[in-house]
């Protein structure tokens, strides 16, 4: 049905029915010139719902689930830079008819790269581990495609997998307040439009706790409206949001805030974030300004791909109790509703 509504259905954006798979937010300034030079079939048969591409990832490997056209793939190539590397993994046929298109001239005419850094996969996002390495990619990325899939426990378990200790799962996708009905779940078009499997955030947060990503952080959050009168009266008092996760693979994690008295510095390091680094939605270091921290997150700063960027004064030798982290709602972006509680051990 996935392959049917993204292969022949969907011919661009422009046959959307909902705004649940269009992007939000305007994109930082490094993004947007990222996009110029993406090539313009890619574009127009871009899907996503938000921007999960983060600053500071030159020279790792990043791995896209369901690239679709490759879009993030083509900002992505340009942000790893020529020593690091872009996997895009697709099951759609017509979607990585564009997406491999343009590689070689992009890479070799537009980047100038002696060698491409990037290449497409044929393949589902549930069967990772049959196309690569355990701890092989250093970063992975995704953009309104885990909802998707009818089995998102494997999906977050595969990555989980092939991620690198201190690696990193950084996605948007879409959610929802509540358990949805059969009705909705297998409803052709709100499958196709991102919303029929959009799961519960609870439901959400179980399951990446149960894989190993024990501390899931909320960077973004967005209402999404539907307008269409028809899709409307079949999902009654829903509310969907895009949100944009952080999911951290590191073997000391906790699935609470812990206090050891740890301090962290974030050293400015990053060329778009000269000011602050905003961790999450409650987590903002301002640069050399000392933050006290959990556990959690001084292993999210210190012990990640982020380590090169901060520095962690202190370790886990003496224990204080329980962070003083109170729960915090992320601010949707629409009317100043509060979203559902759906964060992780510090949110």
């Not at 973004?220 to 509310?239: F, H, R, S, T, Y």
């Amino acid at each position: 049905m996935v392959q049917k509504y993204y292969g022949e259905t969907l011919q661009s954006s422009a046959d959307l029915k909902t705004d649940a798979c269009c992007t939000a937010v305007a994109p930082p300034k490094t993004i947007k010139e990222a996009l110029k030079k993406v090539p313009a079939e890619v574009m127009d048969k871009y899907y996503g719902c938000g921007s999960p591409l983060p600053f500071g990832i030159e020279g790792l490997t990043v791995l896209d689930l369901g690239s679709g056209s490759g879009r993030d793939c083509y900002v992505a190539a340009q942000l790893v830079g020529e020593k690091g590397k872009v996997i895009g993994i697709d099951m759609t046929d017509e979607q990585l008819a564009v997406s491999r298109k343009y590689v070689d001239s992009f890479c070799a005419e537009t980047m100038e790269y002696k060698e491409s850094n990037m290449e497409f996969i044929k393949g589902f996002i549930e069967l990772l581990p049959e196309y690569l390495e355990p701890e092989s990619v250093d970063m992975i990325i995704s953009n309104c495609v885990v909802n998707l899939s009818p089995r998102k426990d494997q999906v977050l378990s595969g990555a989980y997998t092939v991620l690198k200790e201190g690696g990193e799962f950084y996605f948007s996708d879409v959610y929802c307040d509540r358990r949805l009905s059969d009705e909705i779940r297998n409803h052709e078009v709100l499958v196709g439009e991102c919303l029929g499997g959009a799961l519960y955030t609870e439901d959400f947060r179980r399951i990446c706790q149960s894989v190993g990503f024990s501390d899931p952080r909320i960077l973004a959050v967005n209402e999404l409206k539907v307008q269409d009168p028809e899709l409307m009266a079949i999902l009654g008092n829903a509310k969907f949001y895009s949100i944009t996760y952080r999911l951290f693979k590191h073997k000391s994690m906790e699935d609470k805030c812990e206090d050891f008295g740890q301090v962290a510095i974030y050293k400015g390091t990053m060329s778009e974030h000269p000011d602050f680094y905003d961790l999450d939605d409650h987590h903002r270091f301002i640069t050399n300004k000392p933050m006290l921290v959990c556990g959690n997150t001084a292993n999210m700063v210190g012990g990640t791909w982020l380590a090169p960027h901060f520095k962690v004064l202190g370790d886990t030798s003496t224990h204080y109790g329980l962070f003083d982290c109170n729960p915090i709602a992320a601010a949707v972006s629409s009317g100043g509703d509060s979203a559902p509680s759906v964060g992780g051990a510090c949110c």
